[in-house]
């Protein structure tokens, strides 16, 4: 079955670049998903990226997909404290009926 | 405003007392699914609907009950809650194609003691 794993905790400084890893074991995955969760809130999806790419940038974030590794990263460029969430990452695949698998999570804190 | 809506936000019931967690969705999505969210575990899926009448278990369906008798509303169905319900609910939908992810809910904190 499929399987999504992050580190638990990031803590950068304010105007650092922060990068979350995620691996994934779905070779089927076809679109992966980053999410963030503010706290007492619902998540949030931030982008995406279709299994056929590399790379994604969009405005201050860049999600890298290594698909022989099945690796996923988001780097979020100059971090800001509005930035402290958790992050998770997400995938489906091929006949998985639009089901999303997520991670654990990661939580991020900016610290000043 | 496009949004799914949950209620309530927070529950503190006693075990063995049934209880729905309704969530409602204004946005004419196909697609519906519960997910719950515990420490160390990122968000696992309870059940999911593809359509009006078809729904279908997910990951971790047992104690839970759901059904989808209109398209807007996908209403979770604890009939004996015991205490490892205790979680953080998520109400979610979408239009179906994988580009667009899914449209959350803010949530429904239970509580069972």
């Known amino acids: 079955g499929e399987d999504v794993e992050q580190s638990l905790f990031l803590s950068v400084r304010e105007g650092d670049s922060s990068v979350i890893n995620c691996t994934y074991t779905?070779?089927?995955?076809?679109?992966l998903y980053w999410y963030k969760q503010e706290p007492g809130a619902g998540l949030q999806l931030l982008t995406y990226?279709?299994?056929?790419?590399d790379m994604k940038q969009d405005q201050r974030l860049t999600v890298l997909l290594n698909k022989k590794d099945k690796h996923l990263s988001l780097r979020i460029a100059d971090t800001q404290t509005g930035d402290s969430a958790i992050y998770f990452c997400?995938?489906?695949?091929?006949?998985?009926?639009?089901?999303?698998?997520f991670g654990t999570g990661t939580q991020l804190k900016v610290e000043l | 405003e496009a949004q799914v809506t949950q209620n309530p936000r927070y529950l503190i019931t006693v075990t063995g007392k049934k209880l729905t967690v309704t969530c409602s969705q204004n946005?004419?999505?196909?697609?519906m699914s519960w997910y719950r969210q515990d420490p160390g575990l990122g968000l696992r899926q309870i059940y999911y609907?593809?359509?009006?009448?078809?729904?279908d278990k997910g990951d971790v369906p047992e104690g839970y009950k759901v059904s989808r008798k209109e398209k807007r509303n996908f209403p979770l169905i604890l009939e004996s809650p015991s205490p490892n319900q205790t979680s953080l609910y998520f109400c979610?939908?979408?239009?179906?194609?994988?580009?667009?992810?899914?449209?959350f809910g803010s949530g429904t904190r239970l509580t069972v003691v």
């Open positions: 779905d070779s089927s995955s076809t679109y």
């Open positions: 997400a995938e489906t695949h091929t006949g998985g009926g639009n089901k999303l698998t």
């Open positions: 946005m004419n999505h196909e697609y």
């Open positions: 979610a939908s979408s239009p179906g194609y994988s580009s667009y992810g899914y449209t």
């Open positions: 990226i279709f299994s056929n790419m």
């Open positions: 609907s593809m359509n009006v009448e078809v729904t």
